[in-house]
């Protein structure tokens, strides 16, 4: 005879997989417009000399090579993680101690 405030209470340790799912995209969402704001940032900084109604070919190439080599560093930094996390998932566990 189980209420329905029992049975989820004791259901609180499972997760609906739909739900789960929808957080998963949109944390994923979330991490593409972090990126996308700090190459942004980083871009600018390093590419913009002065704000002008024109951006000149010098700027236009330095925002070119420098958005190219965000990705590239990017996707070298998740392959290691992902790398990392596959060849140790020890580490995971340590972290919910």
Known sequence: ????????????????????????????????QQL???MTE??????????????DSRAEACFVNCVERFIDTSQFILNRLEQTQKSKPVFSESLSD
């Not at 005879?1 to 949109?26: K, N, R, Y």
């Not at 871009?43 to 002008?52: L, Q, R, V």
Request: charged share 20%; aromatic share 6%.
């Open 42 to 55: 980083l871009c600018w900084e390093k590419c913009m000399d002065k704000p002008g109604p024109k951006l």
């Open 36 to 38: 996308v704001h700090q």
């Open 1 to 32: 005879m189980d209420s329905p405030s029992s049975s989820s209470a004791a259901g609180l340790g499972t997760v609906d997989p739909q739900l789960q799912h929808f957080i998963e995209v949109e944390t994923q969402k979330q991490r593409f």
